[in-house]
T-cell receptor, first 114, second 114 residues
Framework: QQQVKQSPQSLIVQKGGISIINCAYE??????FPWYQQFPGKGPALLIA?????SEKKEGRFTISFNKSAKQFSLHIMDSQPGDSATYFC?????????????FGTGTRLTIIP | NAGVTQTPKFRVLKTGQSMTLLCAQD?????MYWYRQDPGMGLRLIHY???????AKGEVPDGYNVSRLKKQNFLLGLESAAPSQTSVYFC?????????????FGAGTRLSVL
């Protein structure tokens, strides 16, 4: 049972373009939604996260958009750069219930071409 | 500042052999986790621990055992390895503070079972 569905599986974007990755969740008890970035041969690292009391969070070129009623959230990377080429995972947890466990999406391999 | 350190980095086993993966963290985190990463499946939680001496099952615990005898160490054991356990294994740790809900990952252990 996959509680967090992520799409697309892979994405190719031209340098300077906007990369968009989407996730949908089923469990309405989820209250924390992070995105992790993973470079080849490395472990994932937190990129940006949002809680459901806001609809958008921006950090530099990275923005999370959150739609509570649709149970969807997405990552937007503006002015995409070759250095952004990595695998991105969305995730969800029930942090306020004292449950630190993250449920991850299946990942999106992003390639930025010159 | 080492963060989360996993040993070994690579290992090849024959079916039926046993091994232990070691995870060490120097951030005094209460929570520790073991994940496996397989193509197209994202990160799946094997076992986790919320404190020294305590462990719990995650999403895919069968065939694995864990121990947390010291706060800084979390061991993952395979008693009788099977080819289905060929994967990349990641350890992570996090603090109990839900305001800082960040999991810090190690660099991974690539395991092949022949």
């Amino acid at each position: 049972q996959q509680q967090v569905k992520q799409s697309p599986q892979s994405l190719i974007v031209q340098k300077g373009g906007i990369s968009i990755i989407n996730c949908a969740y089923e469990n309405t008890a989820f209250d924390y939604f992070p995105w992790y970035q993973q470079f080849p041969g490395k472990g994932p690292a937190l990129l940006i996260a949002i809680r459901p009391d806001v609809s958008e969070k921006k950090e530099g070129r990275f923005t999370i958009s959150f739609n509570k009623s649709a149970k969807q959230f997405s990552l937007h990377i503006m002015d995409s750069q070759p250095g952004d080429s990595a695998t991105y995972f969305c995730a969800a947890s029930m942090a306020n219930f004292g449950n630190e466990k993250l449920t991850f999406g299946t990942g999106t391999r992003l390639t930025i071409i010159p | 500042n080492a963060g989360v350190t996993q040993t070994p980095k690579f290992r090849v086993l024959k079916t039926g052999q046993s091994m232990t993966l070691l995870c060490a963290q120097d951030m005094n985190h209460e929570y520790m986790y073991w994940y496996r990463q397989d193509p197209g499946m994202g990160l799946r939680l094997i076992h986790y621990s919320v404190g020294e001496g305590t462990t719990a099952k995650g999403e895919v615990p069968d065939g694995y055992n864990v121990s947390r005898l010291k706060k800084q160490n979390f061991l993952l054991g395979l008693e009788s390895a099977a080819p289905s356990q060929t994967s990349v294994y990641f350890c992570a740790s996090s603090t109990r503070d839900i305001a800082k809900n960040i999991q810090y990952f190690g660099a991974g252990t690539r395991l092949s079972v022949l």
